[in-house]
């Protein structure tokens, strides 16, 4: 009787660590880098599909317990295409798995050539030069000085980064299209992870700008900034 007990706690231990789960934490961004929010992220744990939706920083955390696993991310606007990573562990333990996702169906392609514009005067597909008397560089609504204090009044400095002690500048360059909207935000030169989200947040949220415009006509224009994180 004791040999047949211990047979089956051994049985029902061994089915226990099989069938222990570890965490992974998925991390969605888009094709130039924002955090993609409400994005379906599933995979399948053997039989049973495991699925959770991205919060405001494109995270979600799924329960699995396979060492090789796929991973689908979809968006149920269609504005990003859907994408699977495969991912194959030495052993199963917590990890964080990045995955990017490219343009889809319902988002504006004709906004993503970026082949198309240049550095300097062009017009809004970039193999017209335009005067430099003819061509008037896109501002922030107020000028400078309002942008200043749009960026003085919106930033946050990221509290893991003051723990840490670290500041310098981010580089950033963006498309203004020629309805003032910004696109296409960029980090050329960055601090850390967490300030450069930082910088490009202030500009994900911006009010629209006034356009570049050639010879009378509002054309896309690529534009550089750096910002200055300093505790001092």
């Known amino acids: 009787m004791r040999q047949s007990l211990f047979i ?43 699925g959770n939706k991205t919060n405001a920083d494109g995270v979600c955390y799924l329960e699995l317990s396979q060492k090789s696993f796929a991973l689908t991310a979809s ?3 269609e504005n990003y295409a859907s994408t699977t990573t495969s991912v194959s562990l030495k052993k199963a333990e917590n990890c964080w798995i990045n995955m ?4 889809g169906t319902k988002l504006n392609l004709e906004r993503l050539k970026l082949d198309d514009i240049k550095y300097g005067n062009m017009d809004s597909i970039g193999n017209k030069p335009c005067s430099e008397t ?36 981010v580089y950033l360059s963006f498309v203004i299209e020629t ?12 601090v850390s992870a967490e300030i450069d989200q930082e910088a490009m947040r202030i500009f994900i949220k911006s009010p629209k700008w006034e356009p570049a415009v050639c010879n009378g006509t509002a054309v896309r224009s690529r534009y550089r900034i750096p910002i200055n994180f300093s505790l001092n």
Do not use: C, W
């Open 8 to 50: 089956l706690f051994l049985t029902f231990s061994l089915f226990s660590i099989a069938q222990k789960t570890f965490q992974v934490k998925v991390i969605v961004r888009s094709y130039d880098g924002f955090p993609l929010e409400n994005i379906s992220v599933k995979s399948m744990n053997g039989t049973t599909v495991i």
């Open 75 to 77: 968006d149920e606007t």
């Open 100 to 103: 990017e996702m490219v343009p």
């Open 134 to 169: 003819n061509f008037v560089e896109a501002s922030y609504p107020g000028g400078n000085a309002a942008l200043m204090k749009y960026i003085s009044e919106t930033i946050r400095y990221p509290e893991v980064s003051m723990d840490r002690n670290e500041s310098g500048k």
């Open 179 to 190: 309805d003032g909207n910004l696109s296409h935000v960029n980090v050329e030169r960055g």
